[in-house]
């Protein structure tokens, strides 16, 4: 029995023929299907906004920024605490100043009125002279600033200056003789030393 050539497919032979609608073959699953296109430099690199920052480095600008926030912060309350001392101390300079200047407002109100009765008995005047002169040191001694006049004493270098050597047999070598200007104060308080001569050394 003769057998017939089958017929080709007349949609695929024939170019004119008609497919009808969804007869067609559908996408293929393992073709890649299109997505969204990543912006490339002009080199065909991909371009800065390809990729976000890491996030680590995220967390190292924040930390850097915080930091030189705090930087910033503690420098001006450096300024702020030292332009705060340098007024405080300022005034206590000048309180300093008001209260030693008072302590010697009744000296200066004695003197006045030693001046006033100036042609009064001498004898009077100096008995006022000297307790002016006594009251005024009083003032040193609560100041802080005591009065040193002693003869007799040991010569010491801190607390006096030799201006004259002397002999005297009725002093021991090295010994303060006569006391030609009070010292007043102590080691780092000391304003002056006094002035003495120095019985010599045999």
């Known amino acids: 029995m003769p057998t017939h050539p089958q017929e080709p497919d007349r949609a695929a032979s ?18 890649p299907q299109p997505g969204p296109s990543r912006p490339e430099a002009a080199n065909g690199e991909p371009g800065p906004d390809a990729a976000g920052p890491a996030p680590a480095e995220d967390e190292y600008t924040t930390a850097i920024k915080e930091l030189e926030d705090r930087w910033r912060r503690a420098l001006a309350d450096l300024d702020n605490l030292r332009k705060r001392h340098a007024r405080e101390l ?13 302590a010697f407002l009744p000296v200066l109100d004695n003197l006045e009125l ?12 100096v008995e006022g002279v000297r307790a002016v002169r006594d009251q005024a040191v009083n003032v040193l001694e609560l100041l802080g600033y ?11 270098p801190a607390r006096h200056e030799v201006v004259g050597v002397v ?8 010994t303060v003789v006569e006391v030609l200007r009070p010292g007043y104060g102590d080691g780092e308080r ?11 050394r045999e």
Do not use: C, N, W, Y
């Open 90 to 102: 300022e005034r206590e300079r000048a309180a300093e100043r008001s209260r030693t200047a008072a």
């Open 167 to 174: 002999q005297d047999p009725d002093a021991p070598p090295g």
């Open 190 to 200: 000391q304003l002056r030393p006094a002035s003495v001569t120095v019985a010599k």
């Open 14 to 31: 024939d170019p004119g023929a008609q497919v009808p609608e969804g007869a067609g073959p559908g996408p293929r699953g393992d073709l």
């Open 114 to 125: 030693a001046l006033t009765h100036a042609g009064a008995d001498p004898g009077a005047i």
């Open 146 to 156: 005591p009065r040193h006049a002693e003869s007799g004493v040991a010569f010491d």
